[in-house]
């Protein structure tokens, strides 16, 4: 895609639906992308639709049931339900889009009509399906199978993939011609600097779920 380089893109951000923390994990993305399009659209679920006054932003938020913890039997079909009413969202604004951002478990239908209309995609790996898929079902489970080759199938259909995760962690060394590392920023006007590195303690705090996938 040739583009002068004072040009602005239009781009879609497509994640899973969110909760209390995803809301801010989220909120913090949508202000780094505002700066560098001309309108963002976001295609979620659960996210409040007057957090932001910009123009250039436009919230579209989907219904979901799903539970956190469900027998297979009722999660995939919710999982299937999800996937498709995130792939007509996309559908409807696709023609105004340059670049689809997927952060989200999977969204494999998505990037595949994105690939079919020529757009763009980046591949946000937060977490790992396969290997959540593995802890909760077992390794032998269908649903485990199915997860590992979309997740998969969405890598290499990909045409970068941006992780703050390490490449064993998320196994993404095989595809490391389109890996990128990145992080969520800090806010300067809350946070700054009150002592040089060289001044401080060796120190090192870490902060996420207590969780098995976490170790």
């Not at 969110?18 to 659209?41: H, R, S, W, Y």
């Not at 659960?46 to 250039?56: D, H, L, Q, V, Y």
């Not at 396969?130 to 199978?145: D, M, N, T, V």
Request: charged fraction near 25%; charge should be positive; glycine fraction near 6%.
């Amino acid at each position: 895609m040739s583009r002068h380089k004072n040009n602005k893109l239009n781009i879609a951000l497509v994640s899973d639906p969110v909760g209390k923390t995803g809301t801010e994990i989220l909120t913090k993305f949508i202000q780094i992308l505002e700066t560098l399009c001309d309108n963002l659209f976001v295609i979620t679920g659960n996210f409040p639709e007057n957090r932001f006054s910009s123009e250039k932003i436009h919230i579209r938020n989907i219904k979901s049931y799903e539970k956190d913890r469900e027998s297979m039997i009722k999660a995939v079909p919710k999982f299937l339900i999800r996937e498709l009413k995130i792939l007509f969202s996309f559908i409807k604004i696709a023609k105004n889009v340059d670049i689809v951002i997927s952060r989200s478990w999977l969204l494999l239908m998505t990037i595949l009509a994105a690939k079919i209309l020529r757009k763009r995609v980046v591949r946000i790996a937060e977490a790992s399906l396969e290997e959540q898929s593995k802890l909760r079902y077992g390794s032998k489970s269908p649903f485990y199978y199915l997860a590992a080759l979309g997740e998969r199938t969405g890598y290499v259909l990909s045409n970068q993939i941006v992780s703050h995760a390490t490449s064993n962690m998320m196994e993404l060394s095989r595809y490391k011609r389109k890996v990128i590392w990145g992080a969520l920023f800090v806010d300067t006007a809350l946070f700054n600097v009150g002592k040089n590195l060289e001044q401080r303690p060796n120190m090192v705090g870490y902060i996420g779920n207590l969780s098995e996938v976490k170790g």
